[in-house]
């Protein structure tokens, strides 16, 4: 038996380049049923998985299809000459997608992956489809912080989640309890009895409803509540929520609203609490930029490809700021009827201009990522590196508004 390595934590350039390339990945199809897929878990030594595969590979000998037994037979074999550097699988295992790719008008290219995956690989698989098996892989992205949201006053309530730096409402209710208003005497006595019961009746509903959607959700971290003045701490102190669920309250905030804007809000207003969360990190850098950009006399900010470019190769960038969002590459291009080269960034490279010497297509020399490009800058000069996620407020404005890329200075550039 072999002895396993601890897990690898990867970091966060690593988990997003694992996630880019499952994308590409998933876009893949074959023309048969000829992709090979192969899971292989930390402890498995390679030439067990080796032995696994030259078995495969004499079986598909029998594939009916000339083409598809072909295309199978050299996956399998360059997945066996991949695997030729590795003794034994990294610390959380191997999983390798190799086959012939639909190229449209009855073409097919070859292409293969070998990824390290952000945690390990539980059990090994072998699958061979049109389409690679990704499946399990995307658990391994998945945010694991989990927090429940509550806003509540007498009139509304809305339970929502916060995973990683998402926030999905789940139910929002109206209460039935009567506005109150001036009566006198006995039926202001009667009207306040009945208000009061109104209020419990709809705060038990509502603890019912967070039990129902908390209560059994391992991930959760805790629970935040928030709502106008001091209803939320009336239902949390009189026991509205199960036990298990009140011993999570990580606290109280204030909010204006008790809707889906009353979640946003009481993400905002718990950041204290949510510090260690990147949601906040990330809210922080990006209101910190927000802050140098409209300054009046123009404060330590670029943004936008070339500005930023320029700060990186001036070594003035103190914190790169890059969404997550972006997918841009970078290409070298050469004419290959005059040699006239240039380099261009492009969000689709199926669209490429001609040579603007002699009319003629260009072919792409080399192409990279750029946020690679940016990040190996940012690299050369010390400058540290954020990714923003693009699902959060301040991700999608760092895309809408500065396409993306942005960038904190060391001092102002002229
Ligand atoms: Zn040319």
Do not use: W
């Amino acid at each position: 038996m072999a002895e396993a390595q601890a897990p690898a934590k990867l970091s966060p350039m690593e988990k997003y380049r694992f996630k880019r390339a499952l994308e590409e990945v998933e876009k893949i199809q074959g023309r048969g049923t000829e992709l090979v897929s192969v899971f292989i878990p930390p402890d498995r030594p390679i030439f067990e998985v080796t032995n696994y595969l030259r078995g495969e590979y004499s079986q598909s000998s029998n594939i009916k299809s000339a083409s598809t037994r072909k295309h199978v037979m050299q996956a399998i074999e360059s997945i066996i000459n991949r695997l030729k550097e590795y003794k034994m699988p990294p610390p959380n295992g191997l999983v390798c997608f190799v086959g012939h790719m639909d190229v449209g008008a009855d073409q097919t290219k070859m292409v293969a992956y070998v990824l390290q995956p952000p945690e390990p690989v539980p059990s090994f698989l072998y699958r061979c489809d049109s389409r690679f098996y990704t499946e399990p892989l995307h658990e391994m992205l998945a945010e694991k912080d989990v927090y429940g949201l509550l806003v509540i006053d007498q009139g509304e309530a809305t339970i929502g989640l916060l995973e990683g730096k998402r926030i999905t409402p789940l139910k929002n209710v109206q209460s039935q309890v009567p506005r109150k208003h001036r009566m006198g005497g006995q039926s202001a006595r009667r009207f306040e009895r009945l208000h009061e019961q109104a209020v419990h009746e709809f705060f038990k509903k509502i603890g019912d409803l967070a039990t129902e959607a908390f209560l059994n959700r391992r991930e959760l971290k805790g629970l935040i509540i928030g709502g106008p003045g001091f209803t939320k701490d009336t239902f949390v102190k009189e026991g509205h929520l199960h036990h298990e669920l009140a011993k999570t309250v990580l606290g109280t905030f204030d909010t204006g609203y008790t809707d889906e804007s009353g979640l946003r809000e009481l993400v905002a207003n718990a950041a204290e609490v949510l510090r260690d969360l990147d949601l906040m990190r990330e809210k922080n850098l990006v209101q910190h930029l927000m802050d140098e950009i409209r300054k009046a006399e123009g404060g330590l900010a670029a943004y936008g490809e070339e500005q930023v470019r320029r700060a990186l190769e001036l070594g003035a960038v103190d914190t790169l700021l890059i969404s997550e969002g972006l997918r841009k590459l970078r290409l070298d291009l050469r004419c290959p009827n005059c040699g006239h080269t240039e380099t261009r960034t492009v969000a689709d490279e199926s669209t490429l201009p001609k040579c603007p010497d002699c009319g003629k297509d260009f072919e792409i020399a080399s192409r990279t990522d750029i946020v690679d490009v940016f990040t190996s800058l940012a690299d050369r000069t010390n400058a540290k590196v954020e990714l923003i996620s693009a699902d959060s407020d301040e991700g999608e404005l760092l895309i809408k508004a500065f396409g993306g890329i942005a960038a904190i200075l060391r001092y102002r550039v002229a």
